[in-house]
């Protein structure tokens, strides 16, 4: 296996890499002193600086020190040159400012490739003079500085999550800079004067993406800066975090310079000598500067300095920073010459793993376990989710302060939401989190199902952070180039046990997949095993169904396995999953997650996503709490989960024993069936099921049985489980009770003549978990729960493609269409199943589950890409009313149509709250246009052009066109499925009686108005010749001959998270490079004409009822005029296949 430590990489490396560590075993090395300070001593004039060639340029480039290298070559060819013929080993290239970034203050960034080339050809020129002339071979290395921007501080103190450049733009500016080097010819590559860890990954990142894409490993060096005698960097992190967030890139030297001299810098170099396995590099100032900005120390003095570092054992490669000249460097290398060289230590940390925040984290086996705080997840706490989408960034920040004050270790950060953005999330928070030092003091774990989401947290981190999670799901391929990029940030790596064949439940699957993934990560990667953390998956127990009881023994022994078999892995797990079946009774799963971990951890679990204020002592639980919990982890008994649910619900407010009585007996049949269901005692069903179906003149078929008191009692189990006021296992105990009276009704509804059931089922449903997503026990519970109420249930597993799913609904002739998911890409699948169910023409139901969907995101996201229902189901005890609803023939158009209803308010409310939306610029949105071929598009002409009139149109006529559910909403009367809609709101018992009122009274009114010709209606049609100019319409007169006007368009900019087009009204209307003659109209209308009139008589009378009465009307009125016009102006100018897409985008 490979090994993970410095000592292995620097073994790898060949010609000069070979050459310079061979060298720095031997001897104490020497760098060169300050190219800035040699500069300033010369007294450069701005034309010195600007040249012949850049006499003219538009900024002043004094200070500019790095085009010197193309204005001054010989200047700064002779300073490399003083400095090795001083004693210098190594001179470094003049390009500390030699980014983009920073030439972009003198407008030269377009010369920052040339700058870092000719820079690397003098200071290698300089080397070979030398060696030239002395037979000592010189090295160059490559000075790459820090930039003056900063990717963990935000500039402005009022907005502590701003930040003035990205990781991506620094990543690539450091790109440009370190091709321009390495074409140039230099020997080393070096990281320096870090004040900012992130911009220096930043740094890191570029390097080694050209490494391993377009050029041959080189070493790199890396050293950073301690600001002041508190030991931290400028962002806050202590040398020891430092080391560990830099030594993913395996620096063959690592060090420190710059800020301090060198009395100042002895404790952070010895920090740094100790904590790590590089080389050790240390140049600093020539003291503290004075108050002119000067340097007093002496060139003797500083060598004194550093001499005592060598002589214990600190140094590898000693020089100097600002204010060290050749005399300084003459001095230092004499001081160490003939003293031993630190000899770095040897697998320092070979069986531990390293994380940071602003602090170092040790993760050995001398810490019993490490708490992941889980609350500032979007999945996991209502009240974080609520801040986070509210857009309350700053109170959110106190949720992760509160956890790290309650013993978290790690912090879990997961923006994992379908109506989120959940890159742009991830990153304010991160960047908040980052101006919170008791906050990010502690390592970080990136928590996402959505590997984009980790990558755009990744660049927000200076530490060493935590990557929660990939697995081979998708493939080998996808998991290494995954990992890969996890590596090249530094990061740490949690693997989950999915596989290409799905979710690991078995012991010997969950082994066989980590023991896969290990094996890959360290013999293809060369991944460091100490960074590898294992989850085996914790599952749900005690749900009631019989497989799920041993899965908290299948994780405990994989561990142990994993543990044994892997060196260097280590065990993690997300705890609440294991008692998700207790949702709401937090006394039962507090205790279970207390008793799992107590086993865990003895197992070898290192470390686990836990809430760290909600644990309670293994041996403070209460003695019958205890030994339930120890029978179902260890699945002791076959009734273990019965026994801990009647514990369970045993507990009232207060704890106190609720005694079971069974006055419940005493009620009519069907409260007695109700509540059978809703309690799951199967004990009488079948004998009240019987008593019922003999009452026929309450259920005249046996399943108006069904339709009744069952499905009322399903409902009930739903919303109490929505709610969480009922447990899993009760759901699948209600389910099954379902299943025994429905069993029991079958025989009679099959035999009873005239009866229309064609099947023995009740609908057929087809079940998948979506591509991407290998989670299936949610969905199986469904299938469970449908099962039991008589559905036949076609179930595809984990990971289906959309085509797959639609074949077998056509295949099963299927009712309904059940899609799950419980990672955020799931979301997004389910967007595409929904538009390539309507691009195939599908007509069935789809519906929508899992964990991560919610109602929001079906309605705003899903809804509109399929034009039949689409419905989201909370839970598996709903499946139920949903289906039974969709599968009556009398109640479902009601059904469906109260769900539009709601589901068109959740996307009103979502688009009018939404606070942030980010826009694309216009060329982008016209690159995105809609593109329709015209290429055998026929223009029809209308039957007639021009303008048409209509005045005081008959209302009388219109009467029987009139939506009415607008007009309950002006009185804000809403009636309840089934009876929402008109006229069976009469029927609803809280607001029929008073709609049937208002309803009266405007037929009242509206014929005073018929009879008196108190309103009038007007409108007016247009339709003319016209063609498309880019964004814009042009209209012609109804002759053709003459341009009237153009409309002029707007396309809309709102960024879109599909690739639908970004829509204009011009799209729709062919263009004028087509060369044929399109055809638009447009219509006003009115029927508001003697509305101010109604409406002064009343005002008269203080009557404001009938004022908003005769408003209501009159609006209602209009909108059936507009409705009249419209078809009046000619669908037949319309493109079917346009017009759908047009009128959803309205």
């Given at each position: 296996?490979?090994?993970s430590?410095?000592?292995?990489?620097?073994?790898?490396?060949?010609?000069v890499?070979?050459?310079?560590?061979?060298?720095?075993?031997?001897?104490?090395?020497?760098?060169?002193?300050?190219?800035?300070?040699?500069?300033?001593?010369?007294?450069?004039?701005?034309?010195?600086?600007?040249?012949?060639?850049?006499?003219?340029?538009?900024k002043?480039?004094?200070?500019?020190n790095?085009?010197?290298?193309l204005?001054?070559?010989?200047?700064?060819?002779?300073?490399?040159?003083?400095?090795?013929?001083?004693g210098?080993?190594?001179v470094?290239?003049n390009?500390?400012?030699?980014?983009?970034?920073?030439?972009?203050?003198?407008?030269?960034?377009?010369?920052?490739?040339?700058?870092?080339?000719?820079?690397?050809?003098?200071?290698?020129?300089?080397?070979?003079?030398?060696?030239?002339?002395?037979?000592?071979?010189?090295?160059?290395?490559?000075?790459?500085?820090?930039?003056?921007?900063?990717?963990?501080?935000?500039?402005?103190?009022?907005?502590?999550?701003?930040?003035n450049?990205?990781?991506?733009e620094?990543?690539?500016?450091?790109?440009?800079?370190?091709?321009g080097?390495?074409?140039?010819?230099?020997?080393?590559?070096?990281?320096?004067?870090?004040?900012?860890?992130?911009?220096?990954?930043?740094?890191?990142f570029?390097?080694d993406?050209?490494?391993?894409?377009?050029?041959?490993?080189?070493?790199?060096?890396?050293?950073?800066?301690?600001?002041?005698?508190?030991?931290?960097?400028?962002?806050?992190?202590?040398?020891e975090?430092?080391?560990?967030?830099?030594?993913?890139?395996r620096?063959?030297?690592?060090?420190?310079?710059?800020?301090?001299?060198a009395?100042?810098?002895?404790?952070?170099?010895?920090?740094?000598?100790?904590?790590?396995?590089a080389?050790?590099?240390?140049?600093?100032?020539?003291?503290?500067?004075?108050?002119?900005?000067?340097?007093?120390?002496?060139?003797?003095?500083?060598?004194?300095?550093?001499?005592?570092?060598?002589?214990?054992?600190?140094?590898?490669?000693?020089?100097?920073?600002?204010?060290?000249?050749?005399?300084?460097?003459?001095?230092?290398?004499?001081?160490v010459?003939?003293?031993?060289?630190?000899?770095?230590?040897?697998?320092?940390?070979?069986?531990?793993?390293?994380?940071?925040?602003?602090?170092?984290?040790?993760?050995?086996?001398?810490?019993?376990?490490?708490?992941?705080?889980?609350?500032?997840?979007?999945?996991?706490?209502k009240?974080f989710?609520?801040?986070?989408?509210?857009?309350?960034?700053?109170?959110?920040?106190?949720?992760a302060?509160?956890?790290?004050?309650?013993?978290?270790?790690?912090?879990?950060?997961?923006?994992?939401?379908?109506?989120?953005?959940g890159?742009?999330?991830?990153?304010?928070?991160l960047?908040?989190?980052?101006?919170?030092?008791?906050?990010?003091?502690?390592p970080?774990?990136?928590?996402?199902?959505?590997?984009?989401?980790?990558?755009?947290?990744?660049?927000c981190?200076?530490?060493?952070?935590?990557?929660?999670?990939i697995?081979l799901?998708e493939?080998e391929?996808?998991f290494?180039?995954?990992?890969?990029?996890?590596?090249?940030f530094?990061?740490?790596?949690?693997?989950?046990?999915?596989?290409?064949?799905?979710?690991?439940?078995?012991?010997?699957?969950?082994?066989e997949?980590?023991?896969?993934?290990?094996?890959?990560?360290?013999?293809?990667?060369d991944?460091?095993?100490?960074?590898?953390?294992?989850?085996?998956?914790?599952?749900?127990?005690?749900?009631g169904?019989?497989?799920?009881?041993?899965?908290?023994?299948?994780?405990?022994?994989?561990?142990?396995?994993?543990?044994?078999?892997?060196?260097g892995?280590?065990?993690?797990?997300?705890?609440?999953?294991?008692s998700?079946?207790?949702?709401?009774?937090?006394?039962?799963?507090?205790?279970?997650?207390?008793v799992?971990?107590?086993?865990?951890?003895?197992?070898?679990?290192?470390?686990?996503?836990?809430?760290?204020?909600?644990?309670?002592?293994?041996?403070?639980?209460?003695?019958?709490?205890?030994?339930l919990?120890?029978?179902?982890?260890?699945?002791?008994?076959?009734?273990?989960?019965?026994?801990?649910?009647?514990?369970?619900?045993?507990?009232?407010k207060?704890?106190?024993?609720?005694?079971?009585?069974?006055?419940?007996?005493?009620?009519?049949?069907?409260?007695?069936?109700?509540?059978?269901l809703?309690?799951?005692?199967?004990?009488?069903?079948?004998?009240?099921?019987?008593?019922?179906?003999?009452?026929?003149?309450?259920?005249?078929?046996?399943?108006?049985?069904?339709?009744?008191?069952?499905?009322?009692?399903?409902?009930?189990?739903?919303?109490?489980?929505?709610?969480?006021?009922?447990?899993?296992?009760?759901?699948?105990?209600?389910?099954?009770v379902?299943?025994?009276?429905v069993?029991?009704l079958?025989?009679?509804?099959?035999?009873?003549?005239?009866?229309?059931?064609?099947?023995?089922?009740?609908?057929?449903?087809?079940?998948?978990?979506?591509?991407?997503?290998?989670?299936?026990?949610?969905?199986?519970i469904?299938?469970?729960?449908?099962g039991?109420?008589?559905?036949?249930?076609?179930?595809?597993?984990?990971?289906?493609?959309?085509?797959?799913?639609?074949?077998?609904?056509?295949?099963?002739?299927?009712?309904?269409?059940?899609?799950?998911?419980?990672?955020?890409?799931?979301?997004?699948?389910?967007?595409?199943?929904?538009?390539?169910?309507?691009?195939?023409?599908?007509?069935?139901?789809?519906?929508?589950?899992?964990?991560?969907?919610?109602?929001?995101?079906?309605?705003?996201k899903?809804?509109?890409?399929?034009?039949?229902?689409?419905?989201?189901?909370?839970?598996?005890?709903?499946?139920v009313?949903?289906?039974?609803?969709?599968?009556?023939?009398?109640?479902?158009?009601?059904?469906?149509?109260?769900?539009?209803?709601?589901?068109e308010e959740v996307?009103?409310?979502?688009?009018?709250?939404?606070?942030?939306?980010?826009?694309?610029?216009l060329?982008?949105?016209?690159?995105?246009?809609?593109?329709?071929?015209w290429?055998?598009?026929?223009?029809?002409?209308?039957?007639?052009?021009?303008?048409?009139?209509?005045?005081?149109?008959?209302?009388?006529?219109?009467?029987?066109?009139i939506?009415?559910?607008?007009?309950?909403?002006?009185?804000?009367?809403?009636?309840?499925?089934?009876?929402?809609?008109?006229?069976?709101?009469?029927?609803?018992?809280?607001v029929?009686?008073?709609?049937?009122?208002?309803?009266?009274?405007?037929?009242?009114?509206?014929?005073?108005?018929?009879?008196?010709?108190?309103?009038r209606?007007?409108?007016?049609?247009?339709?003319?010749?016209?063609?498309?100019?880019?964004?814009?319409?042009?209209?012609?007169?109804?002759n053709?001959?003459?341009?009237?006007?153009?409309?002029?368009?707007?396309?809309?900019?709102?960024?879109?998270?599909?690739?639908?087009?970004?829509?204009?009204l011009?799209?729709?209307?062919?263009?004028?490079?087509g060369?044929?003659?399109?055809?638009i109209?447009?219509?006003?209308?009115?029927?508001?004409?003697?509305?101010?009139?109604?409406?002064k008589?009343?005002?008269?009378?203080?009557?404001d009822?009938?004022?908003?009465?005769?408003?209501?009307?009159?609006?209602r009125?209009?909108?059936?005029?507009?409705?009249?016009?419209?078809?009046?102006e000619?669908?037949?100018?319309?493109?079917?296949?346009?017009?759908?897409?047009?009128?959803?985008?309205?």
């Amino acid at each position: 296996m490979p090994s993970s430590s410095v000592r292995a990489t620097l073994s790898k490396f060949t010609g000069v890499g070979k050459k310079i560590a061979a060298e720095l075993e031997k001897r104490i090395m020497v760098l060169d002193g300050g190219m800035g300070t040699m500069i300033q001593n010369l007294k450069l004039t701005e034309e010195d600086f600007r040249g012949e060639e850049f006499k003219n340029h538009p900024k002043p480039l004094k200070g500019n020190n790095d085009i010197l290298c193309l204005t001054k070559p010989a200047v700064i060819l002779d300073i490399h040159k003083s400095y090795l013929e001083a004693g210098a080993d190594f001179v470094e290239t003049n390009t500390f400012s030699g980014t983009a970034v920073a030439q972009s203050d003198y407008g030269t960034e377009h010369l920052t490739y040339r700058i870092n080339k000719e820079a690397a050809r003098l200071a290698k020129k300089a080397c070979q003079e030398v060696e030239k002339s002395t037979g000592i071979y010189r090295y160059a290395i490559g000075a790459i500085g820090p930039t003056n921007r900063t990717l963990s501080i935000s500039p402005s103190v009022e907005n502590p999550e701003y930040r003035n450049i990205t990781f991506d733009e620094l990543a690539e500016a450091y790109t440009v800079q370190t091709r321009g080097l390495l074409d140039g010819g230099v020997d080393i590559l070096m990281v320096e004067t870090i004040f900012d860890t992130a911009n220096s990954k930043a740094a890191l990142f570029a390097i080694d993406k050209l490494f391993d894409s377009e050029y041959e490993r080189i070493p790199v060096f890396v050293s950073g800066t301690i600001v002041d005698k508190s030991g931290r960097t400028l962002s806050g992190q202590t040398t020891e975090a430092f080391v560990i967030s830099v030594s993913h890139s395996r620096p063959m030297c690592l060090g420190l310079n710059c800020a301090l001299g060198a009395t100042e810098m002895r404790p952070f170099i010895e920090s740094i000598s100790l904590a790590t396995e590089a080389f050790t590099i240390c140049y600093p100032n020539a003291g503290l500067p004075n108050a002119l900005g000067g340097y007093d120390e002496t060139a003797e003095d500083m060598a004194t300095h550093l001499k005592s570092f060598a002589e214990d054992g600190l140094l590898n490669i000693v020089g100097g920073c600002c204010g060290t000249t050749p005399s300084f460097i003459k001095a230092i290398a004499d001081s160490v010459k003939g003293i031993r060289p630190r000899v770095p230590p040897i697998d320092l940390y070979s069986d531990v793993l390293l994380l940071s925040g602003l602090e170092p984290m040790k993760i050995s086996k001398l810490i019993n376990f490490v708490n992941i705080g889980e609350r500032c997840n979007v999945a996991g706490s209502k009240r974080f989710c609520r801040l986070i989408k509210n857009g309350k960034f700053e109170e959110a920040l106190s949720v992760a302060k509160q956890q790290v004050e309650m013993g978290a270790q790690v912090l879990d950060i997961n923006m994992d939401d379908g109506m989120l953005n959940g890159k742009k999330a991830m990153t304010k928070f991160l960047n908040l989190i980052g101006s919170e030092p008791e906050v990010c003091k502690v390592p970080l774990c990136i928590d996402s199902s959505n590997f984009d989401i980790i990558v755009a947290g990744l660049k927000c981190i200076q530490g060493k952070c935590i990557v929660n999670s990939i697995s081979l799901k998708e493939g080998e391929e996808d998991f290494l180039a995954k990992a890969q990029l996890v590596k090249r940030f530094g990061a740490a790596i949690v693997v989950m046990a999915f596989d290409e064949l799905g979710q690991a439940a078995t012991t010997d699957r969950k082994v066989e997949i980590c023991t896969r993934s290990y094996r890959l990560l360290v013999e293809k990667l060369d991944f460091n095993p100490n960074d590898i953390i294992f989850d085996p998956n914790i599952l749900t127990i005690a749900t009631g169904i019989e497989e799920h009881n041993s899965y908290a023994i299948t994780y405990l022994e994989a561990t142990k396995q994993i543990k044994n078999s892997l060196p260097g892995a280590r065990i993690s797990g997300g705890l609440s999953n294991l008692s998700f079946s207790f949702r709401g009774m937090d006394t039962v799963r507090e205790a279970m997650h207390s008793v799992f971990l107590y086993h865990a951890i003895n197992s070898g679990m290192d470390m686990g996503i836990v809430n760290a204020g909600n644990l309670p002592v293994y041996d403070d639980i209460q003695n019958d709490l205890l030994n339930l919990c120890e029978t179902v982890i260890w699945n002791k008994d076959l009734n273990g989960t019965e026994k801990l649910l009647e514990y369970a619900q045993s507990l009232g407010k207060g704890e106190k024993k609720v005694i079971p009585t069974d006055e419940w007996r005493n009620g009519s049949v069907k409260e007695r069936l109700k509540h059978s269901l809703v309690k799951g005692i199967d004990k009488y069903v079948i004998e009240d099921t019987e008593e019922a179906r003999c009452k026929e003149d309450v259920y005249p078929k046996p399943l108006n049985i069904i339709e009744g008191p069952l499905m009322d009692g399903m409902s009930i189990v739903g919303d109490l489980f929505g709610s969480g006021k009922m447990f899993l296992p009760q759901v699948i105990k209600s389910a099954r009770v379902m299943k025994k009276a429905v069993g029991y009704l079958l025989p009679f509804m099959e035999s009873a003549s005239g009866e229309e059931e064609k099947s023995l089922h009740n609908g057929t449903v087809v079940l998948a978990t979506v591509k991407g997503d290998v989670h299936d026990i949610g969905k199986n519970i469904v299938g469970v729960v449908l099962g039991c109420n008589n559905y036949r249930v076609v179930d595809l597993g984990v990971m289906t493609p959309s085509e797959k799913i639609l074949k077998t609904a056509i295949e099963e002739n299927a009712d309904v269409i059940g899609l799950s998911g419980l990672i955020t890409p799931s979301l997004d699948e389910m967007v595409h199943v929904a538009r390539e169910m309507e691009r195939n023409g599908m007509k069935i139901p789809l519906l929508i589950g899992g964990a991560t969907t919610s109602k929001k995101h079906t309605a705003v996201k899903i809804s509109p890409q399929y034009s039949k229902p689409t419905i989201h189901v909370l839970d598996a005890s709903k499946s139920v009313v949903v289906m039974s609803s969709l599968m009556d023939r009398i109640a479902y158009e009601d059904y469906v149509e109260e769900i539009a209803e709601e589901y068109e308010e959740v996307r009103n409310e979502y688009f009018e709250t939404l606070q942030e939306r980010t826009y694309v610029t216009l060329e982008s949105a016209r690159a995105m246009a809609l593109n329709i071929d015209w290429t055998h598009f026929v223009p029809i002409c209308p039957r007639r052009l021009g303008v048409t009139v209509f005045r005081n149109y008959d209302l009388s006529h219109l009467l029987k066109y009139i939506d009415w559910k607008p007009f309950f909403d002006v009185w804000q009367l809403r009636g309840k499925y089934p009876n929402r809609s008109f006229p069976k709101i009469f029927k609803d018992v809280e607001v029929g009686k008073e709609a049937k009122r208002v309803y009266n009274d405007a037929q009242t009114m509206l014929n005073d108005i018929i009879k008196c010709k108190l309103l009038r209606v007007n409108g007016v049609v247009g339709l003319f010749p016209a063609f498309s100019r880019g964004d814009d319409i042009v209209v012609f007169d109804e002759n053709s001959q003459q341009v009237t006007g153009i409309l002029y368009g707007l396309r809309q900019q709102a960024e879109k998270e599909t690739s639908e087009p970004y829509l204009c009204l011009s799209d729709f209307v062919a263009p004028e490079s087509g060369g044929k003659k399109d055809y638009i109209g447009m219509f006003a209308v009115s029927a508001g004409f003697g509305t101010k009139e109604i409406c002064k008589r009343y005002e008269t009378l203080h009557d404001d009822y009938n004022i908003i009465m005769a408003k209501a009307l009159a609006d209602r009125l209009a909108e059936v005029q507009c409705v009249l016009l419209k078809a009046w102006e000619g669908v037949h100018a319309m493109r079917s296949n346009t017009a759908r897409l047009l009128l959803k985008n309205c």
